[in-house]
T-cell receptor
Framework: AQSVAQPEDQVNVAEGNPLTVKCTYS??????LFWYVQYPNRGLQFLLK??????LVKGSYGFEAEFNKSQTSFHLKKPSALVSDSALYFC???????????FGTGTRLTVIP | DAGVTQSPTHLIKTRGQQVTLRCSPK?????VSWYQQALGQGPQFIFQ???????QRGNFPDRFSGHQFPNYSSELNVNALLLGDSALYLC????????????FGEGSWLTVV
């Protein structure tokens, strides 16, 4: 069975500092991993995905994520945080052999001016 | 290129009533999935439609049903509404084949009173 864990409910970071939002996963086969962002009262916006290939995946709005197979992690990162990055971030894993996603519980990122 | 569109944006229903939510997938996509996001939680997979048939289903009761039309648009129906059905309902679209990105709409906010 697939599952995703986001160990931090809340992450606070100062504007201009690097940010990391953590995600660990459990899958029975090859992992297909995704990050989505949700702004208040909005739907989910796709940021990036890992399917195969390079462990460092680059996505939208300057975000990137590092896939680590040995640690079963897929942490979201950004070198310099913006106040506008403040939102709810979800890590998700795609069900093996299917096309639906299992989501983590989300991490609320607050970037402090 | 229109993304995933959903209607209505907000609605309020009374316990025991029935509701229908609608979704048009992103242009070129043939697969539609529905997710329920309760307040403070990550999205939970309800079911997926492809070629006008339900292909996968999450852990939701039969009160939740759906339909996909020949133009790939979809409806989510919920019967005998309960207070606990209050949530953001998200529609997602993708291509059935390949390692494709799943895109989400803005969602429909359902409040059951």
């Amino acid at each position: 069975a697939q599952s995703v864990a986001q160990p931090e409910d809340q992450v606070n970071v100062a504007e201009g500092n690097p940010l990391t939002v953590k995600c660990t996963y459990s899958v029975s086969g090859n992992p297909y991993l995704f990050w989505y962002v949700q702004y208040p009262n909005r739907g989910l916006q796709f940021l990036l995905k890992y399917i195969t290939g390079d462990n460092l995946v680059k996505g939208s709005y300057g975000f990137e994520a590092e896939f680590n197979k040995s640690q079963t992690s897929f942490h979201l990162k950004k070198p310099s945080a913006l106040v506008s990055d403040s939102a709810l971030y979800f890590c998700a894993v795609r069900d093996t052999g299917a096309n639906n996603l299992f989501f983590g519980t989300g991490t609320r990122l607050t970037v402090i001016p | 290129d229109a993304g995933v569109t959903q209607s209505p944006t907000h609605l309020i229903k009374t316990r025991g009533q029935q509701v229908t939510l609608r979704c048009s997938p992103k242009s070129g996509h043939d697969t539609v999935s529905w997710y329920q996001q309760a307040l403070g939680q990550g999205p939970q997979f309800i079911f997926q439609y492809y070629e006008e048939e339900e292909r996968q289903r999450g852990n939701f009761p039969d009160r939740f049903s759906g339909h996909q039309f020949p133009n790939y648009s979809s409806e989510l129906n919920v019967n005998a509404l309960l207070l606990g059905d209050s949530a953001l309902y998200l529609c997602a679209s993708s291509l059935r084949r390949g390692r494709n990105t799943i895109y989400f709409g803005e969602g429909s906010w359902l409040t059951v009173v």
